[in-house]
T-cell receptor
Framework: DSGVTQTPKHLITATGQRVTLRCSPR?????VYWYQQSLDQGLQFLIQ???????AKGNILERFSAQQFPDLHSELNLSSLELGDSALYFC??????????????FGPGTRLTVL | GNSVTQMEGPVTLSEEAFLTINCTYT??????LFWYVQYPGEGLQLLLK?????DKGSNKGFEATYRKETTSFHLEKGSVQVSDSAVYFC????????????FGKGTKLTVNP
């Protein structure tokens, strides 16, 4: 158990819908990262928040957005869903200070299926 | 940008066999290198890491050495077990000081008894 929690575990929805994925980092961690794992694209970095502020952005679609709240949990919002958005979405967190030498601890993921 | 190339497999071995999974990278600067493992139905777990050239990471019998001259970080284990069956990902971070992880495509390992 990494200490990072993600809900829900599974999500099934229809094209055009909007969903929210939730992540709680390990106690004391300030950084939250979101990654998408799909069969064709592999594991791709989406976005990073540090202590409530966006720190880095990766291959995140405009239909997707995220935020980190004062209690440090984060939410990833996916809207106007398409079939191709079906994937595993992972959240990770890392210790305060967040340097690129630090280990990122991953949650169990949310499996999104768009029908 | 930075990138990671690893042998895609799948790799099938018998118990107690020697394992090598090759990983090479392209990066500017001095990235940190990681091996993560994903067991069926689970998230990614850090297996080992190295943060500077010639560092050796090791854990649970697995080892990898950060070789800057060959831009490689190959994963090895002398004697695999059935419980090592999983998908292994090589990754790097540090592009322009960024903490984001750049992953290889993963190598699926199956160990048969």
């Amino acid at each position: 158990d990494s200490g990072v929690t993600q809900t829900p575990k599974h999500l099934i929805t229809a094209t055009g819908q909007r969903v929210t994925l939730r992540c709680s980092p390990r106690s004391g961690d300030l950084s939250v990262y979101w990654y998408q794992q799909s069969l064709d694209q592999g594991l791709q970095f989406l976005i990073q928040y540090y202590n409530g502020e966006e720190r880095a952005k990766g291959n995140i679609l405009e239909r997707f957005s995220a935020q980190q709240f004062p209690d440090l949990h984060s939410e990833l919002n996916l809207s106007s869903l398409e079939l191709g958005d079906s994937a595993l979405y992972f959240c990770a967190s890392s210790p305060p200070g967040s340097r690129w030498t630090d280990t990122q601890y991953f949650g169990p993921g949310t499996r999104l299926t768009v029908l | 940008g930075n990138s990671v190339t690893q042998m895609e497999g799948p790799v099938t071995l018998s118990e107690e066999a020697f394992l090598t999974i090759n990983c090479t990278y392209t990066a500017t600067g001095y990235p940190s290198l990681f091996w993560y493992v994903q067991y069926p139905g689970e998230g990614l777990q850090l297996l080992l890491k190295a943060t500077k050239a010639d560092d050796k990471g090791s854990n649970k019998g697995f080892e990898a050495t950060y070789r800057k001259e060959t831009t490689s970080f190959h994963l090895e284990k002398g004697s695999v077990q059935v419980s090592d069956s999983a998908v292994y990902f090589c990754a790097l971070s540090g592009e322009s000081g960024s903490e984001k992880l750049v992953f290889g495509k993963g190598t699926k390992l199956t160990v048969n008894p």
